[in-house]
């Protein structure tokens, strides 16, 4: 119904309905990332990255314990999805996309540790 709408709004300003829906299904097929999202997820990995080093030096110090592996895998994510988002491909934003849910979810999952 409202494509209908549309092309009868593209055909009055003389542009070619079916070209807009070939470049709006051309966007829909491709994942963008924009530079915010990657250079938030930089700042906050390299934040995150600072933060558990600290952490990991000062229970190895102190006395071995059970977080330490939590740290230890939360790290491991955040170093792959910091030098994924430096790449452009499909399956490289599918892996940071992928990367951030799961080192959200570890670090909520794992609040009492």
Known sequence: MLDFFRDIYAE?????????????????????????????????????????????ISMVTNGFNLAIFKYIIAVIIDVVVLIFTFFESKQSKIIVAAGVVVFIGINFMTQRM
């Open 12 to 56: 009055m300003n003389g542009l070619d309905p079916q070209k807009m829906r070939e470049e709006k299904l051309s966007r829909k097929k491709n994942l963008t990332m924009s530079r915010a999202v990657k250079t938030t997820i930089r700042i906050v990995g390299i934040l995150y990255l600072l933060i558990a080093s600290v952490n990991i």
